[in-house]
């Protein structure tokens, strides 16, 4: 098959989504499809190049909003490579218009990924105002309201959402993202080698990693951090911070600064993927605040590394979580402090592991492209007979 994506973002830009079709495409790839994937041109990269077997066709953007004005400059570029293709797959948010749009065009099949819905949430998200919040959540329920043919959902949390906003059941289908195994296995880490560097001792080593993003809930942590610390003086926060989006990154920076907690932090820069395995062993537990998960990466990845994880009890992180785990209130510091003192007092909830296989995402996806390309064929041969 040929397949289209029409992606705001693709590798090397970090995120859950990216890190999703990354593995998808590849894996597409891998058994012999023409896959094509149209996303916005980053810093460092080039506009045309192939990535283990996927075709990366990149739109420049100007810089300022850049990646809202991708859902107009990519319409002419969705055009123009849908007509060459036999599916077209896009996701929320900004690469979802033109993906439409671009299937409309050419009367071709067309199914977005969903990997969350937040709703009247908007108005809770860092650094966002009223006015950006109901845009946001207008501009969201317009998105998810397209005709697609096929709503995937990364949680079965998420497809519940979109039930709620009137996409009817037979629509929407199920695929959670998957984990590498291979890379989170914590039989392969220890985690000394970064005690060592960062010299952390025997301390009591809590850890948050990824974005500070708007959904993320990072500066409730933050705010968490003397809480925990005046009832556990032998801890630290390890903090290893994307540092896009910029505007979160200096508010989180800004709030650390002010509320003069360095000391009881150790922040680290972002590191390669294959290296984040190593930094999960060091940790004692992993925090993750989230206001909002469509799946949640890091839950899943630190639970697969054998990690006890302090996580939000919102969206989908308490179906994803497993292993050893405490769901506190999300938006609360002192719920976070209270969930990391019971950890450390070794009070915790527990519930087999739960696996994520990549092949089994790649394959549940695979098997839509097959049903509808299967049904178009048929009808064009149909129409051939008449």
Excluded at 80 to 85: I, P, R
Aim: aromatic share 10%.
């Amino acid at each position: 098959m040929r397949l289209l994506f029409v992606l705001e973002h693709y590798h090397p830009f970090i995120g859950g989504a990216e890190v999703l079709f990354k593995n998808l495409c590849e894996g597409l790839a891998g058994r012999g499809h023409e896959v094509t994937v149209l996303t916005s041109l980053l810093p460092g990269t080039i506009p045309e190049e192939n990535i283990n077997g996927v075709a990366v066709r990149r739109v420049k953007l100007p810089k300022k909003g850049s990646r809202y004005w991708f859902s107009f400059v990519a319409i002419t570029q969705s055009i123009k490579l849908a007509g060459q293709v036999d599916f077209i797959h896009t996701t929320t948010y900004n690469g979802a218009f033109p993906a439409w749009l671009a299937a409309l065009w050419y009367k071709k099949k067309c199914m977005i990924t969903v990997h969350e819905i937040i709703g009247d949430g908007w108005t809770e998200m860092m650094g966002m105002n009223w006015v950006a919040a109901c845009v946001h959540r207008v501009l969201e329920r317009v998105i998810v309201s397209l005709p697609f043919n096929i709503y995937v959902s990364v949680s079965a949390y998420t497809a519940g959402r979109l039930q709620d906003y009137g996409i009817r059941p037979d629509k929407i289908k199920v695929i959670h993202n998957g984990i590498d195994y291979d890379l989170f296995n914590p039989t392969l880490r220890t985690g000394a080698k970064i005690r060592k560097k960062l010299q952390l001792g025997t301390r009591f080593i809590y850890m948050y990693f990824g974005r500070p993003g708007i959904s993320k809930g990072v500066e409730f942590l933050i705010k968490a951090v003397p809480l925990i610390s005046a009832s556990l003086p032998n801890s630290k926060l390890l903090l290893i911070l994307s540092k896009r989006p910029e505007k979160g990154y200096r508010m989180i920076q800004a709030l650390i600064k002010s509320m003069a907690i360095d000391q009881t932090i150790v922040q680290v820069e972002p590191v390669p993927r294959v290296e984040l395995p190593d930094y999960i062993a060091a940790a004692d537990c992993v925090v993750i605040p989230s206001l909002s998960e469509g799946f949640g990466f890091s839950a899943a990845e630190s639970c697969a590394m054998g990690k006890t994880v302090v996580v939000s009890d919102v969206a989908s992180l308490p179906e994803v979580v497993s292993g050893k785990y405490l769901l506190v209130q999300s938006k609360n510091p002192q719920a976070i402090a209270d969930g990391l003192i019971s950890i450390y007092n070794g009070e915790v909830e527990s519930k087999g592991i739960r696996t994520f296989k990549w092949e089994d995402c790649v394959t549940g996806y695979e098997k839509i492209y097959s049903n509808f390309s299967g049904a178009a064929k048929k009808r064009n041969d149909n129409e051939f007979r008449d």
